[in-house]
């Protein structure tokens, strides 16, 4: 089930929803926005490998921005931390992230009830784009 705006403020009141730092401006009629967290990582080899542990090198987004490039895959983070003990979470891209041709997850958009952290995004893009961390993006 989709919660509305009014179900979501409940559960936060009830302590079943947390999100850190919360800002009511983010809040929508049956949605909350995350934003794009500081940091970005991509992986170290060109070829990744399914049966070992693949090295990532982690940056600061700058403030002017990152061009984000095809055909290299960006692991991200939102830069809420989200709580949910009674509910399955949804992570979807935003329709404004979409337009720039930004996916922010390749096959986890669903977390687990219980789920407690800030979200792994998974990012490609389909043309050069730049981003900025806090931007909204799911």
């Known amino acids: 089930m989709i919660l509305s705006d009014k179900r979501i403020m409940e559960e936060m009141e009830k302590g079943t929803i947390k999100i850190q730092p919360y800002n009511r ?3 929508g009629s049956n949605s909350y926005d995350v934003h794009l967290g500081p940091w970005l990582a991509t992986y170290r ?5 399914a ?4 090295e990532i090198e982690s940056f600061e987004i700058p403030e002017e921005g990152f061009v984000l ?5 960006y692991l991200g983070v939102t830069a809420e931390y989200t709580e949910t003990h009674e509910h399955v979470p949804f992570l979807e891209g935003k329709s404004s992230t ?3 041709g930004i996916d922010i997850h390749a096959t986890a958009g669903k977390g687990d009830v219980g789920f407690c952290g800030n979200w792994t995004l ?3 893009v389909k043309q050069p784009v730049r981003i900025y961390k806090g931007m909204p993006i799911g």
Not at 45 to 49: A, P, S, T, Y
């Open 25 to 27: 401006a983010s809040l």
């Open 69 to 73: 490039y095809p055909h290299i895959f």
């Open 51 to 54: 049966k070992k542990h693949n």
């Open 98 to 100: 979409g337009r720039l």
């Open 45 to 49: 080899e060109h070829i990744l490998d």
């Open 122 to 124: 998974e990012i490609s």
